[in-house]
């Protein structure tokens, strides 16, 4: 079950020409009757909205090195980098709860006062073959990210890059698309990284209260090695089309 916690009322600024000078009467007709077209006509390409349904699965197969995914986070958002960038240390409060504990309120409460972000919400976790589906409303110029905690580590999560998942084409027409291939593993550089999927209580949901992190020696956020080869950590982490599968249909 998925709740959105908060929807902004869209803002559309209208390019207007009619500043402009001519220097005749007809050229004033035309320059006019032109503005007046290109007016309405960004009007109307602003304030288009289209709605998509986002499918999320866990590919995991039910064994005891399976992957699980805490509390996921989506945005719609015209600006770059809306939950975290590459390269930075974690800048938004409730971010580090969230990827360390699968928790994702402070974040919600914290997006919410941001210029960029048009709206956003929570999903619930999922367990091996486990799936959410919701319906986003967006714009053109709009972009949608989210970010998937990994359970069973100390701050690792999914997420697209900071541009975020384009939901329409040049012609502000919605696109449909299987968006798997441009989601990443990402290490938040928050907490010291332990072996993965151990059950620790410094990982994920078993996290407990109380008990206090390690801090990362690197606290940058960046690409996780995937596949065969272990990460900088020395530890090995599955390809992302392994674990899950993310759909958008527009209709």
Known sequence: MQTVMFQKKAKYAEKMACGLQPISNIAKVSLV???ALLCIS???AQTKMNSFLIQIKNLSDYKADSWTFGEGVWVLHNQEHPLFKHGEALYLNGMKTLIERGKGHAVIANIAKHEGIAAGALFKTLDAKEKVAFVITAS???RFSFVIPLNETNDKFIAPRGRGIKLFDLFAQPISSSATQLAHIWDGGSAYDEKPQQQKQ???TTQKTNVKQLPDPNPS?????TGERPHTDGFRYPRVETILRISIKAF
């Open 42 to 44: 960004v009007a109307s």
């Open 33 to 35: 009757a032109l503005t």
């Open 221 to 225: 956020v960046r690409l996780v090695i």
């Open 202 to 204: 410094t990982q994920g």
């Open 140 to 142: 053109p110029g709009q």
